[in-house]
T-cell receptor, first 111, second 114 residues
């Protein structure tokens, strides 16, 4: 079982719609959760972090965490073509400092 | 305040040569992390260093790869006798301390082995 799992996609949504990206993780002691956006040929860019159960909103982005289900998600409201990218879920477990990444979900926002 | 600086941006090496990748952390950061991203794959942790110390190298291949973060100067990821399978993007990130809240990556070095 992979430590962090994501559907590779592509996930295609029309402009203006809500994009929902999902991630599950296997290590129950994981404490910190992150979403990175990566455009083709570029480095990953941190867009959201979440540390406790529930929702965290930042502009058009909402991160959701459910530790009991070992599940974290990212919602993007009013999706724009510029949101088309690969979204990487990342997790830190226990006292470790290293991030463990999923393989990413490719999002395509269509006109 | 400059971000994490990596150079070179692109590096081409012939099989059997050595590759040296450099990473200068953000000002005030003393912790450096190296990740590798193979084509169409996610990022894989390689090594975590503090100044003059390797803290966690659990992701480093056992042979040909080494990393250092000297007291002065950038962190260096060194790959000896490169092979085609080493072709990848190598990213560096830095943080202030061991507990962090999401670190920032440099722009990466794209290594191509021909």
């Amino acid at each position: 079982q992979k430590e962090v799992e994501q559907n590779s996609g592509p996930l295609s949504v029309p402009e203006g719609a809500i994009a929902s990206l999902n991630c599950t993780y296997s290590d129950r002691v994981s404490q910190s959760f992150f979403w990175y956006r990566q455009y083709s040929g570029k480095s990953p860019e941190l867009i959201m972090s979440i540390y406790s159960n529930g929702d965290k909103e930042d502009g058009r982005f909402t991160a959701q965490l459910n530790k009991a289900s070992q599940y974290v998600s990212l919602l993007i409201r009013d999706s724009q073509p510029s949101d088309s990218a690969t979204y990487l879920c990342a997790v830190i477990g226990g006292t470790a400092s290293k991030l463990t990444f999923g393989t990413g979900t490719r999002l395509q926002v269509t006109l | 305040n400059a971000g994490v600086m990596q150079n070179p941006r692109h590096l081409v090496r012939r099989r059997g040569q050595e590759a040296r990748l450099r990473c200068s952390p953000m000002k005030g950061h003393s912790h450096v992390y190296w990740y590798r991203q193979l084509p169409e794959e996610g990022l894989k942790f390689m090594v975590y260093l503090q100044k003059e110390n390797i803290i966690d190298e659990s992701g480093m291949p056992k042979e040909r790869f080494s990393a250092e973060f000297p007291k002065e100067g950038p962190s260096i990821l060194r790959i000896q006798q490169v092979v085609r399978g080493d072709s990848a993007a190598y990213f560096c990130a830095s943080s202030v301390g061991e507990r962090f809240y999401g670190y920032t990556f440099g722009s990466g070095t794209r290594l191509t082995v021909v």
